[in-house]
Every structure is written in C-alpha cells, then in structure tokens.
C-alpha cells in the first residue's frame, strides 16, 4: 500500500471510529443529564408575531405548527397525561398561520373537546375553534357538522347542536343527513336513533380509517346502551308486576316474551346481577358505554378500543 | 440579446455550475423526499399540504440564498480575479457585461427551479398517488418563484456593484425580508400621518413586494391563481429588474476600475 494509501485507510477507519464513539458518548449523555421539557414550552404564543416571522411562508409553518399539535396531543395522550395546556395554543396558531388547513379544525376540536385523559377537556375552546374554521371556510359543511357533534356529545347542548346542524345544511354540497340530523336534534336529541344517525354519518362520511374506527365503536356502544336500558325498564316492569326482580336472565326473557338472551355486538349474552342489574360480560370491549357496566367497575385510564379486523 | 451579452451569460452560467451550485439539488432531494416519506406518519391529513407547502418554500430559500450568494460576487470577483480588465478591454461595453450576468445567474436558477420542480412533483405524485388538474397551479407558483429570483438577481448586482460582497449580502437579504412585509409597509404607511407617511409610503413602494408573488399557501390549498394577477406579477417583476439593473449599470458605468 503506498503511503496515500494507508493515510486515506487510516482516515477513514478514524472517521468511522470517532463518529461511533460520539453517537455512545451522545447515548450516555442523555442517560445521565436531567431531561426537560422543551415540547411542552411555547415561546412564542402570539399568532400575530408567528405569522410576520414566517415572511410569508406561513403555510409550511401551519403545516409544522399542525404536526407539533399532532405530535403534542399524541405523546400526552399516551402518557395518558390529563394535562393539555398547551394544545388550544397550538392549534390557534395553526389555524391563524394558515385559516384553510381544515384537518387542524375537524381534528384539533376531537383533541380538546373530550374530557381527559382522551382530549383535553375544552370543549369550549373546541367550539371556538371551530367557530373561527366557519368563518374562514363558510361553505365546508364538515365543519359545522364537527361544532354541532362537540355540541352535542360533550356540552349537552342539543338547540346550539342543531342549529349548527340547520347552517351546514345550506352550504354548497352539504350532505343530506345534515337536514335530517338538524331536525331530529330539534325534536329528539336524547334518543338512541340520533346518536346513531349522528355516528353512522361520521362513519360514511370520513375517509381516515381512525375516525371510522372510532364511529364504529361509538355505534356498537349504542347498541349496548339501547339493548342494556331495553333489559333494564323489562326488569323494572317485571318487578313491578311481581313485586320481585327476576331470579334469572330466563326468567325475564320469558315473562316478556323473548326468544332467547339477548348478546352484545360481540355475540356474549347480557348478564343479569343478583339484584336485577343488567350488565355486559367484557365492558373492557366497549370503551363508550355508559349503561351495562358492573357495579364498581372502573374503567381502565386508556379506553381499549375494539377495532375489528 | 446581443451576442456578447449572451456570451457573458453562457459563462456565468458554466461559472455557477463549475462552483457547484447544483449541488443544492441534492439537499433538496433529500429534503422533499424524506418529507414525503416522514410526514405521514408524524402528522395527520397534510402530507399534501407540506410536500406542496415545503417543496414550493425550499425552491424560494435555496433560491434566494444562491441568487444572493452568487449575485454578490458576480462583479466583485472578477475585479479581484482582474479577469474584469480582460473583459472590458475587448469590445465589451460595462452595462453588457452586467445585462450578461443577470442573464447567467438568471439562467442558473431556471435551470435550479427546473431539477426542483420536477422533485416537487415527484414527491406530489408519491403521496397523492395521482396529478389533479388544481396540481398547475403549483406551475404558476413556481413561475413567481422564478420573478422573485429575477428581482433578487437584479437587487444583488446593483448593490455589488457599489458595496463589498459581505455588505452587499446583508443589504440584499435585508431588502428580501422588508419585501416579504412589503403589505405591512403599506398597512402600516395608511395608518400613518404627514411626512412619516410620506416617508413609509415611499418606502412600501420601493421595496420589491414578495408578498404578491407568493402564492405557495394558496395553491396548496388547490386556489387558483388569475390570470390578471399573473400577468400584473410578471410585468412587475418584469420592470423592478429593469429599475435596479438600471441602477447597477448607471453605477458601474461610473465607477472607477483602476
């Protein structure tokens, strides 16, 4: 080997050498020095002051303004962390840099308005938020349909659900369930059906495989809800009659004249408890129910979601 | 164009590409593609917006610095090379030679904006499987990404050839970021009173106004982009160029050489 050889041999192995010995020294780094929490810290919280700093390049800043929302809420969500503080920051920025990104409206409103730890806990904010994407994109209709579903699912409030409802019906290319939900939110918000059409709609009309994931399980939870509060006036009506509840499942399916135990979405029959409370076997497998759960049953911090294949 | 113009531009722009300015290319490669590979996994519903978003952004940046970086240098470094001398003791009138490295520098970044735009729609066409008619519009932005560069081309050459390279840098640099809020000087110049408003008018309109040649947001969103504001842009860019190359050449007719 000539002697430009053997420099160029030993370069390289140094080269090699030193870059390996820095990525272990940078590993052990890390290990030993206190970790901070720079993700958490926004140092600039003025939309204003964001957007003159982008120069005009404000839409490839909303784009990382977004994927920081994304990745905050993500991360947090995880850590199943109840804390969200920094999230309607966020995306107030996203939506101010770029007023058109709408998946930073229809996603950022499901990320603050549930309670936590699956959101944030601001459905207000969320109302606001979407509030301010209609009056930046008037003629989308997905986003009044998002304002009346945080309306209705978190805040309870089925006029403002409805009248949300009644104004996206107008907008250019508006899907015809939204007449249809305006008026059965005016005139039975409560009922089983409503919510059902409200996630049936959800599920038709999205194109991420997570929401129709999610509208899915919403759907097979209304079912258990409407089939466990069915189960549960049949008790109560039994029990009326014979002053008694019934001893059993087949008790009751036979004084009222079923062909069988009723099943859940899964196929498992509904449980009956001593004192007549109507019960789901694997309530783990329906993380939106609120009727049929077992008395004292807490439910995990992570809802476990049942995704079918 | 006349002959010698031609012949500097030809040169200048083979000087570019010996010095190896292509070879931002290769970052910009790397740049969109891990983009469009990355971002659908860390964010949600945008590996569109940010392909278009990120593509169109780093085609301006890259731009701009080379068209600042290069554009400062053009007379400068011949005068310290005293290849100028060469120059201009053959038939070369002075406002030739700067018309011709306008021209050559122009040149080096079509053919930059060329190589990116076809990254550009490489990385479209990976993530949304498919061109869309809204997708020419991105040709429209780039196009007053290419009017921006010749404003810049211009700005440069008329302040290298009165200020050293390092200061030439800063001032055109400087004079790309007022004209980004060149909106604001003007927003700000109505709110304003008596001669500060005079003053701040003046100024609005003397900047190079990038805020009207950028269109990057709107044509991610797929907006259109009229005709009327594209051929307005293109006569704009059009007449700031001829201004500052003006400027340049009225300037270095007169400069002192020796």
Redesign the interface.
């Known amino acids: 080997m000539t002697a430009r050889g053997r420099t160029t041999a030993l370069a390289t192995a140094m080269l090699v050498l030193s870059m390996a010995v820095c990525v272990l020294l940078l590993r052990h780094i890390d290990e030993i020095r206190p970790q901070t929490n720079n993700e958490d810290v926004l140092y600039l919280s003025s939309p204003k002051i964001i957007r003159r700093a982008s120069l005009g390049f404000n839409g490839l800043m909303a784009c990382i303004y977004w994927t920081r929302a994304v990745q905050y809420f993500g991360h947090r969500h995880v850590a199943q962390n109840r804390s969200y503080k920094e999230l309607a920051p966020l995306l107030e920025i996203t939506t101010a840099l770029d007023p058109q990104l709408v998946p930073a409206y229809e996603f950022g409103a499901s990320f603050l308005a549930p309670p936590p730890p699956g959101g944030a806990g601001e459905p207000k904010r969320a109302v606001e938020l979407m509030e301010y994407g209609i009056r930046q994109n008037p003629d989308n209709w997905h986003l009044y349909y998002d304002l009346a579903f945080v309306y209705y699912t978190e805040l309870k409030d089925y006029k403002r659900a409805g009248d949300a409802f009644e104004r996206g019906s107008h907008t250019p290319n508006a899907h015809p369930l939204l007449k249809l939900l305006a008026a059965q939110m005016h005139e039975h918000a409560g009922d089983f059906d409503t919510a059902r059409m409200l996630w049936q709609a959800t599920y038709e009309s999205s194109n991420q495989t997570e929401i129709k994931e999610n509208a899915l399980e919403h759907l097979r939870s209304i079912k258990v809800d409407e089939d466990v509060t069915n189960l549960q006036n049949a008790v109560t009506r039994f029990q009326e009659r014979t002053g008694y509840p019934p001893a059993s499942m087949w008790e009751l399916i036979t004084a009222v004249g079923l062909r069988g135990i009723p099943v859940d979405p899964d196929g498992n029959p509904y449980l009956m408890a001593l004192d007549g409370h109507i019960q789901v076997q694997n309530p783990d497998d329906f993380p939106f129910i609120t009727q049929g759960l077992p008395l004292g049953y807490k439910r995990g911090e992570a809802p476990k979601l049942h995704v079918r294949p | 164009m006349n002959a010698r113009v031609a012949y500097i531009a030809s040169n200048t722009f083979r000087e570019a590409v010996r010095d190896r300015v292509l070879y931002n290319l290769i970052a910009f490669a790397l740049l969109i593609s891990g983009a469009a590979v990355l971002?659908a996994q860390?964010?949600?519903?945008?590996e569109r917006?940010?392909v278009?978003?990120?593509g169109l952004?780093a085609v301006?940046l890259f731009g701009i610095v080379i068209a600042i970086f290069i554009g400062i240098g053009l007379v400068s470094k011949e005068i310290e090379k005293r290849t100028l001398y060469t120059v201009l003791s053959r038939p070369v009138r002075r406002w030739e030679f700067i018309v011709g490295k306008f021209f050559g520098l122009s040149g080096t970044l079509v053919v930059n904006t060329f190589f990116m735009a076809i990254g550009v729609f490489a990385a479209l066409f990976y993530v949304a499987h498919k061109f869309t008619a809204s997708d020419a519009y991105i040709l429209v932005a780039l196009y007053f990404i290419v009017l921006e560069f010749l404003i810049i081309c211009s700005v440069s050459l008329l302040f290298s050839s009165f200020s050293t390279p390092l200061l030439s840098a800063v001032f055109a640099f400087a004079l790309f970021?007022i004209g980004?809020?060149a909106d604001?000087l003007r927003g700000f110049a109505t709110l304003s009173h008596g001669i500060t408003r005079w003053f701040a008018t003046a100024a609005a309109y003397l900047v190079p106004n990038?805020?009207a040649l950028?269109v990057?947001?709107a044509v991610?969103?797929q907006?259109p982009v009229g005709a009327q504001l594209i051929l307005q842009n293109t006569l704009y860019a059009f007449f700031y160029s001829a201004m500052a190359l003006s400027g340049a050449v009225l300037i270095f007719e007169r400069r002192n050489l020796k």
């Open positions: 971002v860390i964010s949600i519903e945008i917006l940010v278009v978003n990120l952004t301006t970021v980004s809020f604001d990038f805020s950028n990057i947001s991610a969103h907006q």
